[in-house]
C-alpha cells in the first residue's frame, strides 16, 4: 500500500466538497475542515497536531490574503501543502559536519527499527558524499548485532570497528574515535545497543556513549510503521540525551504516514533521513516539500 493513499483519498473528499463554490466562507469550509481532520486522524497523527494544525488552516482559508483568480479548492489545497511544509519543518535538515576532526554520527534507538542497516545505509551514502567512513559496533550484548555490522560493511566498503571484550561503550567508543582521528577518517557511524522498550539503563548508556564521544549528531532512528508512538519516542529520548534528529525506517511499509507528519511538532526535532526499503541505497534526507507533495498525491 502506499504510504499516504488513504490520507490522500480522504483530503480529496475535502476538496470536492468545494466544487462549485465561489469563495471560501465559514459556512463551507466547515465540512472540509471536519474531512481534513478525520484523514489526519486516521493516518495517525498525534491529536494535538491535527487540532493546531486543522485551527490553522481554517484560519488562513478564511484570511484576506488569498490569490485572485484561483478556484476555492485550489486555495485550501495550496494552505494544506504549505501547512504540511511547515508542520515537517519547512526546509530540509541535513547532515552536520565537524568543524575539525571526525564527524561523529551516534545513532539509537529501539531493537527491530531497522538501526543496524541505518549505520550501513549511512556509511554508503558519506561514501558517496566522498567522504571516508567507519562503522563502529556498539552493541556489547549481543555478538550478533556485531556480526551484521560487520558483513554490511564488508558489503559497502567501509571498516568497522569492534572489540569484542567487556569494556564498556563508552570505552569502545572513545577508542573507535581515536582510530579513526590516527587514520584520519572523515566521518564514523556508530551503532548503539536497542532495547524491546525504553529502560534506564540503555539510557545511562546512551548519556554514557554521548560524553565519551561528543558527537556531532545524535540521530534516533524510528520505525515509521509505529505512528504517533515514533513521535513519542523522539521526545523521550531528546528529553533524556539530547538529540539532533531522527531517521524514519520502513517507509515503503504500510505505515500510515502519521510519523512522517508528527515527530517535528511533537518533539522539535527534526527527521533528516527516510528509508524506504532494505538496500543499501535506500536511504534519503527527508525533504518536506517532496513529503506534501506525496502526501497531496
Ligand atoms: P536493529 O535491531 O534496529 O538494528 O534493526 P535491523 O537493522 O537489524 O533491521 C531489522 C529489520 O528491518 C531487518 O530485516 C532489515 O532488513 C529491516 N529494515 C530496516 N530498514 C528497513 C526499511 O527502510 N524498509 C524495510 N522494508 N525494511 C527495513
Redesign the pocket.
Known amino acids: 500500500a502506499e504510504m499516504f493513499g488513504q490520507l490522500t483519498t480522504g483530503l480529496e473528499s475535502a476538496w470536492n466538497k468545494l466544487r462549485g463554490v465561489d469563495v471560501l466562507t465559514k459556512e463551507n469550509i466547515v465540512e472540509p475542515m471536519r474531512d481534513i481532520r478525520r484523514a489526519l486522524l486516521e493516518a495517525d497523527v498525534s491529536v494535538p497536531v491535527v487540532r493546531r494544525f486543522v485551527s490553522s488552516i481554517s484560519e488562513k482559508a478564511l484570511g484576506s490574503d488569498l490569490i485572485r483568480g484561483v478556484r476555492p479548492e485550489q486555495q485550501l489545497v495550496q494552505i494544506v501543502h504549505d501547512e504540511l511544509v511547515q508542520l515537517m519543518g519547512g526546509e530540509v535538515s541535513d547532515l552536520v559536519f565537524a568543524k575539525s576532526g571526525p564527524t561523529v554520527i551516534l545513532l539509537a534507538?529501539?531493537?527491530?527499527?531497522?538501526?543496524?542497516?541505518?549505520?550501513a545505509?549511512l556509511a554508503f551514502y558519506l561514501k558517496k558524499l566522498g567522504k571516508s567512513c567507519m562503522l563502529v559496533a556498539a552493541?556489547v550484548y549481543r555478538p550478533a548485532?556485531i556480526d551484521?555490522l560487520t558483513i554490511l560493511g564488508e558489503q559497502v566498503g567501509v571498516p568497522v570497528y569492534s572489540e569484542r571484550t567487556e569494556a564498556k561503550p563508552a570505552q569502545i567508543t572513545k577508542n573507535a574515535v581515536e582510530e579513526a582521528k590516527r587514520k584520519n577518517i572523515d566521518a564514523i557511524v556508530m551503532?548503539t545497543a536497542?532495547r524491546l522498550q525504553i529502560d534506564k539503563s540503555m539510557m545511562v548508556e546512551l548519556k554514557e556513549v554521548k560524553k565519551a564521544v561528543n558527537p556531532t549528531e545524535v540521530l534516533l532512528?524510528v520505525d515509521a510503521m509505529t505512528g504517533q508512538e515514533a513521535a513519542a519516542l523522539v521526545t523521550t529520548f531528546n528529553i533524556e540525551i539530547g538529540i539532533t534528529g531522527a531517521i524514519l525506517?520502513?517507509?515503503?511499509?504500510d505505515s500510515r504516514g502519521g510519523a512522517a507528519l508528527s515527530v517535528k511538532e511533537v518533539s522539535g526535532k527534526p527527521i533528516k533521513f527516510?528509508?524506504?526499503?532494505?538496500r543499501m541505497e535506500?536511504?534519503e534526507l527527508f525533504y518536506p516539500d517532496r513529503m506534501a507533495q506525496r502526501v497531496l498525491g
Open positions: 534507538g529501539l531493537q527491530g527499527v531497522g538501526k543496524t542497516t541505518v549505520c545505509k552493541d548485532a551484521q551503532d536497542g532512528v525506517t520502513k517507509l515503503d511499509g527516510v528509508g524506504r526499503g532494505e535506500d536511504l
